[in-house]
Every structure is written in C-alpha cells, then in structure tokens.
C-alpha cells in the first residue's frame, strides 16, 4: 500500500510540474540540449548519447535519452546539428522531439570567442493512464484489481499535443573557460492534454519558458608539457536553470588524468525553501570515465537527499561520445587555441 501511495503522489507531482523539462546530471555531456550555442564546438563531425533512469525503485520512474549530432563548417563559421530526445514519465507521460540547431561563431582577439546559436523543435507529448490505481479501484484491503469508471481512467479522454518550439543562446570561450547563457522555449507553446483545456503557464497548462546558465574552468595540475596523450587537470563546472517558479543548481567539479576521469556534484539550492518549508536540495551526483582516442564513455549515480531518500534508488545515468576526426590539440588545454577548441568537458 505504501508503495502505491508513493506511485500516486509521483504522478500527481508529475501533472502538477508538467511544464518542467527533462534533465541530465551529466550536463556537460550533453551540450547542445542545454545550448544551442554550443553546436559545432568539437570542430569536427561528433555523435552522442545520454541516457538516464531516475528513481528506478519506485515502478514510477522516469527514463529520458537523447541522441545529438554536430559539425562544424569552417568556410561559414558556423555549427549544425539534430538532436533527438525520448522522455517517459512513470510509463505515462511521453514526450518525442526533434530539434535542429544552428551556431555562428565570432572571434575575439587571438583566443576568445563568441559564440550565438538558433534552434528549432518539434515535439509530441501524450499521456496514457493504463495501469494507474485510481480512488474507485481501492478499498480496505488495498487494489481492487478492477477497472474503473472514473473519466480520468479513460485514455479518450486525451489528447496527442503536437507543438512547434524555439530557443536561441550565446556562449563565451577561450582555451581555458567558457561561459553561456540560453533561453528555452520561447514561445511557451500550450500542452494541455486535456481537449479545450487553458493555456494558463501559472497552471503548468504550457512551457515556461527556461533560462540556463552554465559554465567552467580547466585548471592543469600537472606539466602540460608531459606528452600529447597526458592530461591533469581540474574542470570545476557549474549549471543554474530556472523555469517557472522552479529553479535548480547543480555544481561541482571533475579530475582528469588522462585516461581516467572522476567527478563529484550536488544539486540543489539549501537556502531556498520549496513549497514554504522543505530545503532545495534534490541529490549528490559521483561521476566515472574514460576516454579512448575520440571515443568517451561516462557513467554517474544520484544519491538522493530530498525527502524520497534511498528507497527511490536514486538516478542512472550514461554519456557515449564519438568525434570522427580526432585533432592533435584535443589533449592539452593549453593546445587547443590552434584549432579554437571549446575548453569545455569531453564527458
């Protein structure tokens, strides 16, 4: 029974926050979601993935991945890329989008630039209440294991919401740091999934609009003059995002010695109270990775703080990368000004 009530309190949250975007632990493995002004910044063809599954031991979890692609066109100075993310909330909110990205870069002085980038998306959101446990289907003993005749439980009751969105961002960088700033849904597109339902934001009825700023250092520790395949060095990275009447900040830094990588993060905002009395305060985030030549592979786990605890298995969460060319100046932060590289994390 406890664990039904859990379930339930899951999706009520859900349908109240509905308007909230997908997010990843691993942010900085996942750029182009997070900016569009970061496409083409590996300055060469580059594929990743990222998969996440948060809170598994609750049967109402919530699985997202996405898929970017990218390339930089060095005749234009400009970026291209697609991305295409996969979110499914407890098995009952579903969200499919496409989005295609574009940057142009400016340089400033001999090693920093700037950065501006464009996108759009198309997505498709729908919800099915099969197998959810609904006021008529309990009774003392629990689930009747009937069905039932509330309106709610009927999925001809919603509808399949196709929307149209767009987002822009900047980005500052040189060899050694970055910083950016983006704006998410611009057009607050309407995703009420009931038919002839508002389009009130305050009511979560559509996309607030998100802004996210994001940035980091990298820090050698070592001689960069070690060799072309060594690296040292400390990355501290940061990410605040804030949509609606929600905002979050996730925090922390990672060590690389080539070709191991390892991180730690927390996210949260203690000082902030949310719905007037618990803290801000959502997980502490370890990192692990390694990186073959142009292929990176990176594996992190949420430990939860905030009051669902260890019972909801905290988050999974994977990032696959694959740069098909690989430059000479990849390695060292201190080479990468040759080829205006992004000093930004591989993972």
Same mark, same amino acid.
């Given at each position: 029974? #406890?664990?039904?009530?859990?379930?339930?309190?899951?999706?009520?949250?859900?349908?109240?926050? /509905?308007?909230?975007?997908?997010?990843?632990?691993?942010?900085?493995?996942?750029?182009?979601?997070?900016n569009a002004a970061f496409t083409g910044s590996?300055?060469?063809?580059?594929?990743?993935?990222?998969?996440?599954?948060?809170?598994?031991?609750?049967?109402?979890?919530?699985?997202?991945?996405? !898929?970017?692609? &990218?390339?930089?066109?060095? /005749?234009?100075?400009? @970026?291209?890329? +697609? *991305?295409?993310?996969?979110?499914?909330?407890?098995?009952?909110?579903?969200?499919?989008?496409? *989005?295609?990205?574009?940057?142009?870069?400016?340089?400033?002085?001999? /090693?920093?630039?700037?950065?501006?980038?464009?996108?759009?998306?198309?997505?498709?959101?729908?919800? &099915?209440?099969?197998?959810?446990?609904?006021? &008529?289907?309990?009774?003392?003993?629990?689930? *009747?294991?009937?069905?039932?005749? %509330?309106?709610?439980?009927?999925?001809?009751?919603?509808? *399949?919401? /196709?929307?149209?969105?767009?987002?822009?961002? !900047?980005?500052?960088?040189?060899?050694?740091?970055?910083?950016?700033?983006?704006?998410?849904?611009?057009?607050?597109?309407?995703?009420?999934?009931?038919?002839?339902?508002?389009? &009130?934001?305050?009511? @979560? %009825?559509? +996309?607030?609009? #998100?802004?996210?700023?994001?940035?980091?250092?990298?820090?050698?520790? @070592?001689?960069?003059?070690?060799?072309?395949?060594?690296?040292?060095?400390?990355?501290?990275?940061?990410?605040?995002?804030?949509?609606?009447?929600?905002?979050?900040?996730?925090m922390g830094a990672y060590v690389t010695y080539?070709?191991?990588?390892? @991180?730690?993060?927390?996210?949260?905002?203690?000082?902030?109270?949310?719905?007037?009395?618990?803290?801000?305060? %959502?997980? !502490?985030?370890?990192? !692990?990775?390694?990186?073959?030549?142009?292929?990176?592979?990176?594996?992190?786990?949420? +430990?939860?703080?905030?009051?669902?605890?260890?019972?909801?298995?905290?988050?999974?969460?994977?990032?696959?990368?694959?740069?098909l060319d690989k430059f000479e100046s990849d390695?060292?932060?201190?080479?990468?000004?040759?080829?205006?590289?992004?000093?930004?994390?591989?993972?």
């Amino acid at each position: 029974m #406890k664990k039904i009530y859990i379930i339930l309190c899951l999706l009520c949250s859900s349908l109240i926050s /509905k308007g909230q975007d997908p997010q990843f632990t691993q942010f900085y493995a996942a750029p182009l979601y997070h900016n569009a002004a970061f496409t083409g910044s590996g300055y060469a063809p580059r594929v990743m993935f990222n998969y996440r599954n948060q809170w598994p031991s609750l049967n109402a979890n919530f699985i997202t991945s996405l !898929v970017s692609i &990218d390339h930089f066109i060095e /005749k234009a100075n400009s @970026g291209i890329g +697609l *991305t295409i993310l996969n979110d499914n909330q407890g098995n009952h909110f579903k969200n499919t989008e496409i *989005t295609g990205l574009y940057s142009y870069q400016l340089q400033i002085g001999a /090693k920093n630039f700037l950065r501006m980038g464009l996108q759009g998306g198309y997505s498709i959101r729908g919800f &099915d209440p099969n197998g959810l446990i609904f006021g &008529d289907m309990l009774n003392n003993n629990g689930s *009747t294991g009937g069905s039932s005749s %509330d309106p709610a439980a009927n999925p001809a009751n919603y509808q *399949t919401v /196709k929307i149209f969105d767009l987002g822009s961002g !900047v980005l500052y960088y040189n060899p050694n740091a970055f910083l950016g700033v983006s704006l998410n849904h611009i057009l607050q597109p309407k995703i009420n999934i009931i038919p002839g339902g508002s389009s &009130d934001c305050a009511n @979560g %009825d559509c +996309l607030n609009r #998100k802004v996210t700023v994001n940035g980091g250092l990298v820090v050698p520790l @070592g001689d960069h003059n070690a060799g072309p395949d060594k690296e040292f060095t400390l990355t501290p990275t940061f990410l605040y995002k804030k949509q609606g009447q929600y905002s979050q900040l996730d925090m922390g830094a990672y060590v690389t010695y080539t070709p191991l990588t390892a @991180g730690l993060w927390y996210r949260g905002i203690p000082l902030k109270k949310v719905f007037s009395n618990f803290p801000n305060q %959502d997980a !502490v985030s370890a990192l !692990v990775g390694f990186r073959f030549e142009n292929f990176s592979v990176g594996y992190s786990y949420d +430990l939860t703080i905030s009051g669902l605890g260890s019972t909801s298995g905290g988050s999974h969460e994977i990032s696959i990368s694959y740069q098909l060319d690989k430059f000479e100046s990849d390695i060292s932060p201190y080479k990468r000004q040759r080829k205006k590289e992004l000093a930004c994390p591989k993972f």
